[in-house]
């Protein structure tokens, strides 16, 4: 090697998927310089998708503002801008490819979207350091066990309706909670659980590699209402029936595709709880357990900046004209060229 | 009590090859999970240890060769069972020729077709389940999500498992040994039922997240 430092690639990423509005800058090598999140909270009920993608529009200058100045680079030295190309919701994931786009043909340079679900996946293996995991991604939008297998991350189980994530927010919000900046509604119920002692029956549904929320969160919300039990012993009962049933399909997964690392990811992976149960999953199998940490579990832009340079570096770029948005991109149609067939 | 020698380590149970009364058998037993409550864990190894046993012994009425069940121990939940020398058909598959490859899953269809006709779902219909054994005769095992159920909403789910875990495990020839699946399926249950079950699947499928059939593409 020469004395001379080479000079480092910047990766600036845009996540805007749901109810939170992200900036991340990554070097290409996996440092992350920055990673700014604004989050979008509604008064009362769940996302609704225009108001969100406006909450969006509003606060991504000012959070893209603060990107470049924690990451302290100017727009220049930028190589590429990575966005959520999909899945999530149109009005808001339009919102952040906007931008890219115009940030992009601004700066004249490559533009790669990304999908939402692979980078967290990805996040999680750069920061916790698995290397081919068998993994849980548990959030608000989404519920999946996944794999690399093949030249693709196949899908081995998911839930057939409502998301885990989903499933704890519409409980709590039945039972009259309320989320605040910093402290969301899966915190709150995590919170009130940890004194919950009583174990309420509740629907337990697996379905082969699926599992299924919908009927748990039914009872579990009449159950609330009706005002029998402690709220703490509801929330206890809702958290280990329903992580239970994760926990069931990704020990299923990991006994089929006996991979050596567990990686738990996504908005719920910041559960103790449900990190301590796919921690034991993992230690039973003897797979390493892995787990993304919390400034990374939420949607972010550092895991887009991150997932945009892998495939930016191995020659994946998105022209302006293919840059429209993939409300329902599924995982397993992405091209993976980062990782080397196993 | 003859030494037991530990075969499969699975997620739900662990299977043991033993000997009972100078007979090869499996254990399969359900391990307390410790990542589960007690008492959701003594719920659910229970309930699975008493109904695999009654659906296995139901499939092998309706036609669908089982092993033999010789003992159930609920309090332990344990299953001893007759051992099945074969080979899995999911290592099968990718090792056969293609004709042989669209008989098995010609003969799985059959089965599976059985099953439904007599009212029971598999509820983990993937091809590490199944075993052929010496004389070409396919084995279903592992009824521990299983239950009774005719209606074709179960049925169809039943069948769309079998199809991911063809596409995860097999993707290579997923499709071919799927329409041979369902061509076995058809001759049982006849025509009408199993296109009525197909559209279920697509059904399904539609409702799953994500779906390309569903998608919009979205241009701004």
Known sequence: MTGKKAKEHYCLGIESSADDFGVGVTTFSGNVLANVISAHMPEKGGIHPREAARHHAEAASKVLEEAFTKSGIRPQDLSVIAFSQGPGLGPCLRTGATVARALSSYLNIPLVGVNHCIAHIEIGKLKSGAKDPATLYVSGGNTIVAAFDSGRYRVFGETLDVALGNCLDVFAREAGLHQKVGMPFGAIVEKLAEKGKRLIPLPYTVKGMDTSFSGLLTAAANLVKKGEYKLEDMCYSLQETAFSMVSEVTERALAHTEKKEVLLTGGVAANKRLQSMIKIIAEEHEAQFCVVPSEFAIDNGAMIAWTGVLAYTNGIATPIEESFVKLRWRLEEVEVPWIKCS | ?220
């Open chain 2, 1 to 220: 009590m003859d030494k037991m020698l530990l075969i499969k380590k699975g997620a739900e149970a662990s299977l043991y090859l033993t000997e009972w009364h100078s007979r090869k058998v499996i254990m399969k037993k359900r391990l307390p999970k410790k990542y589960r409550h007690p008492d959701l864990d003594e719920q659910i190894r229970t309930y699975r240890t008493n109904h695999e046993p009654q659906l296995m012994h139901e499939a092998k009425k309706a036609g669908v060769p089982t092993p033999t069940i010789f003992l159930v121990d609920t309090r332990n939940a344990t299953i001893t069972m007759q051992f099945i020398e074969g080979k899995q058909v999911k290592q099968l598959l990718g090792e056969v020729p293609q004709t042989q490859r669209q008989n098995l899953c010609l003969k799985i269809g059959e089965l599976v077709g059985r099953l439904h006709e007599n009212g029971i779902i598999h509820g983990d219909l993937t091809t590490s389940n199944m075993i052929l054994d010496a004389e070409g005769k396919i084995f279903f095992v592992d009824f521990g999500l299983g239950e009774k159920n005719k209606e074709l909403e179960a049925r169809g789910v039943d069948l769309q498992l079998m199809k991911r875990a063809l596409q995860s495990t097999h993707f290579r020839f997923a499709e071919e040994c799927f329409e041979a699946v369902m061509k076995g399926y058809l001759g049982v249950l006849g025509a009408e039922t199993a296109k009525s079950v197909l559209d279920k699947i697509k059904e399904i499928e539609k409702r799953g997240r994500y779906v390309a059939e569903r998608k919009r593409v979205m241009v701004d």
